[in-house]
């Protein structure tokens, strides 16, 4: 690896340090105004910007675009997953992980959250250096 691709890997690693923790307290541990609404909303934006994170960390030559564009078809599906309930789809949801991946009920109302949150993930990396190979500064 050359240098710049060692400085993003640990700016990635120390993002993803930041938002898992923040994630985390989103979804389990805020218990305040509007409770709910991150619990259930809020804390999506998180999961878009954690994926985003894990898929630049996981595939460094990749465009920042392909990861938060395919970050968000991928949780968009899963969505659609959320409605669909076969024995092992629930079995998996019957643990925790895999209830924060898959999820457990579909909402409409969770989309908009998706795309803010891998327009999130998009700048995170966009404005992290050492950009993936053939990606243009701006």
Known sequence: MQRPEVRRAVLLAASLAVIVPL?????????????????????????????CLVLALAMPRWKTVGIAGGVLIATCILEFLQSWHPPLLEW???????RTILGSFFDWWDFP??????????AWLRF???????????
């Open 113 to 122: 959250y998706y795309f803010a949150g891998s327009a999130l993930g998009w």
């Open 92 to 98: 998996l949801r019957s643990f925790f992980i895999g």
């Open 128 to 138: 992290l250096p050492g950009r993936a190979a053939g990606e243009a500064k701006g």
């Open 23 to 51: 994630g985390f307290y989103c979804k389990l541990g805020y218990h305040g105004p509007a409770e709910h609404w991150v619990h259930d909303s809020a804390a999506g934006v998180f999961y878009e910007i954690f994926w």
